[in-house]
């Protein structure tokens, strides 16, 4: 990246290889060129021309450069930022989750840090995708400073994916709420196994598929559902 080219050249630049790095896995890349990020965000709110240059991004056609510049203008023209964001976080891939969680945590009162690693991610991720998780009876049973635990979330989810699974085998094919619930589960995974981040992939095997306690039918069902790269990870666990 040129230093004599404008902050807003480089704010869009170092946005672009964020994304590329997040979609890839590649965290000490994402974390580097977060710095960069920053650096030329904060040069753009020092001009006088900066805002209306982020504001300009929200039509960017690379989805990370639209959400990084809705994210950081949520505080000042929120409405526009919310509807981009919202349009991002219907796209495939982490950048459009890293996206749903901004909006989640914004309705929330809350930051959201787009930086920390998409392991990191995976409790907030599960917990905001996956219907009806978080007000689970599995998911409740772990303290609040357990719920910030990759390992112990997964696996949690691998018992609520089970119930949900048995429900579906019980009562037939389900409705409402419930068919969302394990829709929606069966996406979450999907979205993680599309990621090339190593302790995502060991993840999925060592918390997900080994914890499914249940029925062969039952396993076999799930295994159904799963896409193809979701399901080489758990053929690499139950073997076939």
Known sequence: ???????????????????????????????AVYDRLI??????????????????????????????????????????????????????????????????????????????????KVPALLGATVVGFRDSIEYGQLDEELKTVPGLVCAAFARYLVRC?????????????????LRSAFQAIEVLSRSNDDDIRTLLKDELFECLDCSVETLERIRSKLDDRARALFDEVRGR
């Open 1 to 31: 990246m040129r230093r004599d080219s404008t902050p807003a050249v480089r704010y869009r630049e170092a946005a672009i290889a964020h994304g590329a790095a997040t979609e890839s896995g590649d965290h000490k890349q994402a974390n």
């Open 39 to 120: 650096e030329a965000l904060e040069e753009l709110r020092a001009i006088p021309d900066g805002l209306r240059a982020l504001e300009s991004m929200l039509q960017d056609q690379n989805s990370s450069v639209r959400s990084w510049a809705a994210s950081h203008l949520l505080p000042t023209r929120s409405d526009a930022a919310i509807e981009v964001l919202e349009q991002v976080s219907r796209e495939p891939g982490l950048v459009a989750f890293s996206a749903h969680m901004v909006l989640k945590e914004w309705r929330a009162g809350r930051s959201f840090t787009l930086i920390e690693s998409e392991y990191d």
């Open 165 to 181: 699974q048995e429900a579906e085998e019980r009562h037939g094919e389900l409705t409402g709420r419930d068919a969302q619930s």
